[in-house]
């Protein structure tokens, strides 16, 4: 078992190397459709050219409903595609589609779903609680002691502030 | 993802259930649970950090995708387990394993356009496993199960074994 802070700093070190090599390497993967990972947003946004006649999983917010057009968005830009077999979906509508894209600005859905934009900013707000929640219960029955990093609380703190530290033996 | 509500739960769930059966998971320990749940959803920075702007500041690709896969999600665990003293650390590891093993498996069964999740098993496979497509994102009623669920362990651990939960409470 690591013990002391330095061979704990290291292990936690290499840990975040190897993860910030795994973000690099993810950012590098190319589509693999036999794996069933398709070409997405980014790619068709970045170099729509390159992906016609081969199978994408994309979405974006319905632009226009005849025919359906949807604006997929990359980090810094965007596409509109016309969606060929699209469902009954209205404008500002959000729609996931799995197709093959027959042209540069065309995709012929074979898997759609249709989502309103509300739902999305009700999976938000109900994750932030989720997520406030967890942290007040990590403030309350852990703290951060210096010399021995994250520890567990003798006492759950309070809204009074009266705590009793944590750990004091060993 | 289902959204955090649901996976926090879910994670709450299972945690108050083992606490039966293992003493030493406190509600210390279940909370150090719903974290690991929100261990792969840590994705979620790119809005707050845009994989794009790294990309152009590093040189190098990137994309925090990576932490919805079985490899990071476990390096974070690991970073985590490390963060505790030794006494403490095969019991955090357990517990945010089971968080973040409770993401990945109901995340398996989210309706997908085309019907296949997503890497799940990286950086072992880029296969994306097929989803019977049971339930959306953004769907309320997982949350509601979800509720009831840990609402009903909540009960169930109050009522029958209130005892060894007093220290903390």
């Known amino acids: ?170 | 993802m289902a959204e955090m509500l649901t996976h926090v739960l879910a994670a709450y769930a299972c945690a108050t259930a083992l606490s039966w059966r293992y003493e030493w998971v406190t509600p210390q320990y279940v909370t150090v649970a719903m974290a690991g749940a929100m261990i792969p959803d840590f994705n979620r920075i790119d809005l707050f950090v845009p994989a794009a702007a790294l990309w152009g500041l590093l040189g190098v690709p990137f994309n925090w995708g990576a932490f919805h896969t079985l490899g990071a999600s476990l390096l974070v665990v690991s970073i985590g387990a490390l963060t505790v003293p030794a006494r403490h650390r095969r019991k955090v590891f357990a517990m945010l394993m089971l968080g973040m093993l409770s993401h990945h498996a109901l995340d398996q069964f989210l309706v997908t356009a085309s019907g296949h999740s997503y890497a799940v098993l990286w950086p072992l496979t880029q296969y994306h496993p097929p989803t019977p497509g049971v339930y959306l994102s953004t769907d309320r009623w997982p949350a509601i199960v979800a509720v009831f669920l840990a609402a009903s362990c909540w009960a169930i651990d109050r009522r029958y074994f209130g005892a060894r939960a007093r220290p903390e409470r």
């Open chain 1, 1 to 170: 078992m690591l013990e002391s802070p330095l061979a704990r700093a290291v292990a936690i070190a290499l840990c975040l190397c190897a993860l910030i090599g795994l973000f690099v390497w993810f950012g590098a993967l190319e589509p693999a459709p036999d794996h069933h990972r398709y070409a997405g947003g980014d790619e068709v946004v970045a170099d729509a050219d390159r992906y016609v006649g081969q199978p994408v999983e994309l979405s974006g917010h319905v632009v226009a409903t005849d025919p359906v057009r949807i604006e997929v968005d990359s980090d810094y830009e965007s596409t509109e595609l016309v969606v060929r077999d699209a469902p009954a979906v209205e404008d500002g509508q959000y729609l996931s589609v799995y197709g093959t894209l027959t042209d540069a600005e065309t995709v012929e859905a074979e898997g759609t779903v249709a989502r309103e934009s509300w739902e999305f900013t009700y999976m938000y707000a109900v994750s932030a609680i989720a997520a406030l929640w967890v942290l007040a219960r990590a403030v309350r029955q852990w703290r951060f002691d210096p010399t021995r990093g994250i520890v567990p609380r003798d006492e759950p703190l309070t809204l009074d502030g009266a705590s009793s530290g944590g750990e004091t033996d060993g």
